[in-house]
C-alpha cells in the first residue's frame, strides 16, 4: 500500500505562482511514477505532469513551459512548481503513483481568480 498526502493548494491570482507538494509513505521502494493529475468541474481528470523514478519528465501541452515537476526520492516527495498561472488551471490537483498499481491522493484545490 502507498499513501499520498498532498499539500500546497489555495487561491493565486492569474500570472501568480504556486508550488505543490505530495508525499508518499508506506511501500515506495518501487514506485515507478509520480504525477499530478486535474479535474475541473463538468470535466474528465488529465493528466498535467509526470515523472519517472529515472527522472524522466513529461508535460501536457496546456502547462509545457509554465509548470515544473520534481522529485526528491530521499523524502519521497514530488513537487509540481506551478507559474503564470491562469483561470483554466483552475481545477482539484491530484497526486498519483503506481508501482505499478495505482494509488491516488485526496487532491487539493488549486483556484486562479483576481
Known amino acids: 500500500q502507498v499513501q499520498l498526502v498532498e499539500s500546497g493548494g489555495g487561491l493565486v491570482q492569474p500570472g501568480g505562482s504556486l508550488r505543490l507538494s505530495c508525499e508518499a509513505s508506506?511501500?515506495?521502494?518501487?514506485?515507478?511514477?509520480m504525477g499530478w493529475y486535474r479535474q475541473s468541474p463538468g470535466k474528465e481528470r488529465e493528466l498535467v505532469a509526470a515523472i519517472t523514478r529515472g527522472g524522466t519528465t513529461m508535460y501536457a501541452d496546456s502547462v509545457k513551459g509554465r509548470f515544473t515537476i520534481s522529485r526528491d526520492s530521499d523524502k519521497n516527495t514530488v513537487y509540481l512548481q506551478m507559474s503564470s498561472l491562469k483561470s483554466e488551471d483552475t481545477a482539484v490537483y491530484y497526486c498519483r503513483a503506481s508501482n505499478p498499481f495505482i494509488y491516488w491522493g485526496q487532491g487539493t484545490q488549486v483556484t486562479v481568480s483576481s
Open positions: 508506506g511501500i515506495v521502494f518501487n514506485i515507478v511514477t
